[in-house]
């Protein structure tokens, strides 16, 4: 496909020229190498660069730990309400009474759905929910004059896991995981201590797996004065069956963007969240949304509150959309995790026989399995392959524990058809690999070629210099 | 020349006339696979044994270097910063990362030996 640049139509005379503008000598620029393109061929650049994209909407796209699940226009819809969409942060309160009772609203569902005791909705996305949380831990030890360094982290954990705890100048203890997938109970008790600030899990873990152990590592973990942390990037598992709360958490982020739907922020922006347990409400950000005598207002009056963390008050038409998903489920909601579960369990099962499985349980809301015993570099090829039958790749290479991983998520929203195609595509690649693995070697053969991620990050070059291509 | 020693986190060390080179393993550079960028420490700099001393990047991860030895950073290995593949190639020679001028040498007598380290490896292929 052409660049944009290199289409030549230069009797438009749409490109300014120097003498429109009457700008000081030092300001204008040189040259300025852009192409006159009228409006229709224009139309035509973007239309084509926008059908060569791949998306949920397109098909399957089933990234472990992602939640790519559909999107419901009914989302949209109400998003686009002019009064949730034309609404001016600076709108008094007592203007903007709908739009608060959306967030205090959803606010009391989520606490509903974790069992937490207090929610707030400004984080902007999973990592700073994570980074508030970490940062109310740290106020909280300080207020109690304990000196705690150290955050437990089992090695199966997001990667925004540590990379919080070194924000926030903490160590990581990092602890391995055992063999039937679960954090290693013996190491973990080992590490326990009056110097361990958090204990920071991530349920189920990615993996895919519920961690078995909580009520002992929470028992534990109380008795030495830590706090337990609850990554809920992985909430699409559990909703409406088990609480965190109830599970021994004091704090859990959830990601309204991906298990109330939008995947990915629909190429927007995201929304974090973080609910805490009684004893830690005070700590939220400000401000907090009250409701007092019927009506909604903004309370900043919270002395030990850690301050603000996101302009206005987190990114509302995510939070719109997230209350809009849930509503639209009612108290159905657990059918999401069901059939997420089954989903994941179904595919599972067709791909167990054909793949090496580091990890033999039944799984949550997703499952990982490993390439290895095809050789090196499998998973990549294989991803690469996938490609030529028009699917999207899983995660690959994650978690690092598992060598060769290939990382799947269904979501509860694919049907039993795409599974099977999906599961179909997979055995034959493998037979690929055996019969002809020069093919997969190669691929993706349907492209204009094999993108090379190591030059990508050895050379790396996003911008497009005139005369070079 | 003097007998390589070992750590725990993958790191070689060579004394050279009171001089310390330091690299990573060839376990260490093929459990990270292609490696795309190193950040150096500053030369002139001290560290404490174990403390984070360099980051290395490869496409499957970003890995902490741990500083093997007391001591002072007295040159790194620009190379790299071109050709942050050598540590893939050669990790126990073209692909070194830094020199120390240790503070406290006999910290090398409590090393890992070759043979020690190849154990120690062994252990972790399972």
């Known amino acids: ?469 | 020349m003097t007998e390589k020693k070992f750590t725990k986190e993958h790191e070689w060390l060579e004394n050279r006339d009171q001089i310390v080179i330091v690299g990573i393993t060839e376990f260490a550079q093929d459990q990270l696979g292609d490696i795309v960028s190193i950040e150096f420490p500053q030369v002139a700099s001290s560290f404490k044994q174990n403390d984070v001393m360099a980051i290395i990047d490869s496409v499957k991860a970003s890995s902490d270097i741990y500083c093997p030895i007391d001591g002072e950073i007295i040159g790194i290995n620009e190379k790299l910063l071109e050709q942050p593949e050598l540590i893939n190639q050669s990790p126990y020679d073209e692909g070194w990362i830094v020199k120390i001028k240790p503070s406290s040498p006999d910290q090398l007598n409590s090393l890992l030996s070759k043979e020690q380290y190849d154990n120690l490896v062994g252990q972790n292929k399972e």
């Open chain 1, 1 to 469: 496909m052409k660049l944009i640049f290199n289409y030549n139509q230069s009797n438009t005379n749409h490109t300014p020229q120097e003498n429109d503008v009457d700008l000081p000598e030092e300001l204008k620029r040189g040259s300025l190498p852009l192409n006159d393109v009228n409006e229709i061929q224009i139309i035509r650049h973007y239309t084509e660069l926008s059908r060569k994209n791949y998306g949920i909407d397109t098909n399957f796209y089933p990234l472990g730990s992602c939640t790519m699940k559909y999107n419901p226009r009914v989302n949209e819809d109400i998003a686009k309400l002019p009064g949730f969409s034309n609404i001016h942060p600076h709108t008094p309160a007592n203007h903007a009474q709908g739009a608060l009772e959306v967030i205090w609203e959803l606010e009391e569902i989520l606490k509903e759905i974790t069992g937490m005791d207090a929610f707030s909705l400004q984080p902007a996305a999973g990592s700073q929910s994570e980074l508030l949380g970490v940062m109310i831990a740290k106020k909280y030890f300080a207020e109690k004059n304990e000196t705690r360094t150290k955050i437990i982290i089992p090695d199966s954990a997001h990667g925004t896991n540590p990379a919080t705890a070194a924000m926030c100048k903490f160590q990581t203890v990092t602890i391995p995981t055992d063999k039937r997938g679960n954090m290693d109970i013996d190491e973990f008790k080992k590490a326990i201590g009056k110097d361990i600030a958090v204990v920071m899990i991530t349920n189920p873990n990615t993996l895919g797996l519920y961690e078995e152990n909580l009520s002992e590592i929470k028992n534990i973990a109380k008795e030495n004065g830590a706090l337990m942390y609850c990554d809920g990037a992985n909430m699409n598992a559990l909703l409406g069956i088990s609480k965190p709360a109830d599970q021994g958490f004091d704090m859990i982020h959830l990601n309204l963007h991906k298990t109330f739907s939008t995947p990915h922020g629909g190429g927007g922006p995201g929304g974090g969240s973080l609910g805490v347990k009684l004893f830690l409400e005070d700590y939220l950000p400000i401000p907090r949304i009250k409701k007092e005598n019927e009506k909604f207002v903004f309370d900043s009056n919270k002395e030990k509150s850690v301050g603000k963390l996101h302009s206005f008050y987190g990114n509302f038409g995510i939070i719109v959309r997230a209350l809009t998903y849930i509503k639209s489920w009612g108290v159905d909601i657990q059918k999401i995790s069901q059939i997420a579960v089954l989903n994941a369990n179904y595919l599972f099962c067709l791909l167990k026989d054909d793949f090496d499985v580091p990890y033999d349980r039944r799984c949550a809301h997703e499952f990982v399995i490993s390439a290895k015993n095809f050789g090196e570099k499998s998973t990549i090829n294989i991803a690469k392959r996938i490609i030529d039958y028009g699917f999207h790749a899983p995660t690959i290479y994650f978690p690092l524990i598992v060598k060769e991983a290939l990382m799947i998520e269904p979501t509860e929203t694919e049907s039993k058809e795409t599974l099977d195609e999906y599961a179909k595509v997979l055995k034959t690649i493998i037979k690929e690999l055996q019969e002809e693995p020069e093919l997969v070697k190669n691929a993706p053969h349907t492209t204009p070629g094999r993108l090379d991620e190591v030059k990508a990050a050895r050379k790396l070059n996003l911008r497009w210099i005139p005369n070079e291509s």
